[in-house]
């Protein structure tokens, strides 16, 4: 995708930048340096509910790291298990076995928890339901 595209990315983005991980996280693409494969799978299983799936691979492709072909297996694989976005706690036990900080300030209890500050579709509530409801 060119990059005259990226400056016309759908709204929904708009809260991604208002939850300070995942503006962490893009204003990193962004600047062009890596966040490291479990940010980028973060990136992706968050940023699919906002974003379109070209818009993911273009950021994705801004990481050094990140090849179209990478980017594009990415996104399949996230949106094939169809994961849901991670809990605070995974996204801090993924940032223990990188080097990039994909959570800004762990030691901030409402930093990095994507289901306080972001609004999802409601099946990823229902699934996680389903989940809690056949687990118990």
């Known amino acids: 995708m060119p990059l005259e595209d990226l400056?016309?990315?759908?709204?929904?983005q708009e809260p991604l930048?208002?939850?300070?991980?995942?503006?962490?996280?893009i204003s990193t693409l962004d600047a062009g340096h890596s966040i490291g494969h479990y940010?980028?799978?973060?990136?992706?299983?968050?940023?699919r509910h906002f974003l379109e799936p070209g818009d993911l691979r273009a950021r994705l492709m801004k990481d050094p790291e990140c090849d179209e072909t990478q980017a594009l297996a990415l996104i399949a694989q996230v949106e094939d298990r169809d994961y849901n976005p991670p809990k605070r706690e995974r996204i801090l036990e993924w940032m223990q076995k990188q080097d990039f900080p994909v959570?800004?300030?762990?030691?901030?209890?409402?930093?990095c928890n994507v289901y306080r500050n972001l609004e999802f579709p409601k099946e990823v509530y229902d699934r996680i339901n389903r989940f809690h409801v056949e687990n118990a």
């Open 103 to 111: 959570c800004p300030d762990p030691g901030d209890p409402g930093q």
């Open 39 to 47: 940010g980028r799978l973060i990136f992706v299983m968050v940023g």
């Open 17 to 25: 930048k208002q939850e300070p991980m995942m503006a962490h996280l």
């Open 7 to 12: 400056k016309q990315e759908p709204l929904k």
